[in-house]
């Protein structure tokens, strides 16, 4: 689920997308290569569908229902991969206003609450582009947030493992799993070097969502 342009394009209507004149982005043709993957608009029927695994990519507001029900299915087992930027940089030449634009900010914050989790905006970061590392992937990526364990009455049955970097948070709630990623900038593959536009799987990028994907499968394959 989300807002960035990856399954169909910037600025994709029904008639490109019906003539074939719509193109993924690269994040999403290797996710496609990678995974049985498919986008949804709704939660509805998480609990029925029962999917391995749910990557949130900066989505669009979503209705209280589906974050009660992304809640309650992790915490009877399932897994999710939030990915919420609190300044998103990602361009677009959609007008202001245009709802097919990218969310400028992660509205996430009921459910991240519930789990005694705040998303914050480092207020020295702007939209130059700058290089993070996670284990033994680098990329590129801007105005990267961080993620801080808070107090709530909430908090029944998270756990939470802070990694060595502020923007990714690993959590335990109920018995499913939860990684948190305060940045979403990295998936656009404008910020990557020319080899990984040629070869996705080359890009530190693509590389890091891997190893959260395999991680929640395998906890040994986890970097910190």
Same mark, same amino acid.
């Given at each position: 689920?989300?807002?960035?342009?990856?399954?169909?394009?910037?600025?994709?209507?029904?008639? #490109?997308?019906?003539?074939?004149?719509?193109?993924?982005?690269?994040?999403?043709?290797?996710?496609?290569?990678?995974?049985?993957?498919?986008?949804?608009?709704?939660?509805?029927?998480?609990?029925?569908?029962?999917?391995?695994?749910? *990557?949130?990519?900066?989505?669009?507001?979503?209705?209280?229902?589906?974050?009660? %029900?992304?809640?309650?299915?992790?915490?009877?087992?399932?897994?999710? *991969?939030?990915?919420?930027?609190?300044? $998103?940089?990602?361009?677009? !030449? $959609?007008?202001?206003? %245009?709802?097919?634009?990218?969310?400028?900010?992660?509205?996430?914050?009921? $459910? $991240?609450?519930?789990?005694?989790?705040?998303?914050?905006?480092?207020?020295?970061?702007?939209?130059?582009?700058?290089?993070?590392?996670?284990?033994?992937?680098?990329?590129? !990526?801007?105005?990267?947030?961080?993620?801080?364990?808070?107090?709530?009455?909430?908090?029944?049955?998270?756990?939470?493992?802070?990694?060595?970097?502020?923007?990714?948070?690993?959590?335990?709630?109920?018995?499913?799993?939860?990684? *948190?990623?305060?940045?979403? %900038?990295?998936?656009?593959?404008?910020?990557?070097?020319?080899?990984?536009?040629? #070869?996705?799987?080359?890009?530190?990028?693509?590389?890091?969502?891997?190893?959260?994907?395999?991680?929640?499968?395998?906890? %040994?394959?986890?970097?910190?």
């Amino acid at each position: 689920m989300t807002s960035l342009p990856l399954v169909w394009g910037e600025g994709a209507s029904m008639e #490109s997308i019906l003539s074939g004149r719509s193109e993924p982005a690269l994040i999403y043709q290797y996710w496609l290569e990678q995974y049985d993957i498919a986008a949804v608009d709704s939660l509805e029927n998480l609990a029925q569908d029962d999917p391995d695994i749910v *990557i949130l990519a900066q989505p669009r507001p979503m209705d209280p229902a589906d974050l009660t %029900d992304l809640d309650g299915w992790v915490r009877s087992g399932g897994d999710v *991969i939030i990915l919420t930027d609190p300044e $998103l940089f990602w361009p677009s !030449t $959609l007008p202001l206003g %245009d709802p097919r634009r990218p969310l400028a900010s992660g509205l996430l914050s009921p $459910l $991240l609450d519930h789990w005694g989790l705040k998303l914050i905006a480092v207020a020295e970061e702007n939209e130059d582009v700058v290089g993070r590392r996670f284990g033994d992937h680098f990329f590129a !990526t801007r105005g990267v947030g961080r993620l801080e364990q808070v107090m709530t009455n909430g908090t029944s049955g998270v756990e939470c493992d802070e990694s060595a970097v502020e923007f990714v948070i690993q959590c335990s709630v109920g018995t499913g799993r939860a990684s *948190i990623i305060a940045d979403a %900038d990295f998936l656009n593959a404008a910020l990557w070097t020319d080899e990984a536009r040629r #070869s996705p799987k080359k890009s530190g990028a693509a590389r890091f969502i891997d190893t959260l994907v395999n991680g929640h499968f395998d906890p %040994d394959i986890a970097a910190n």
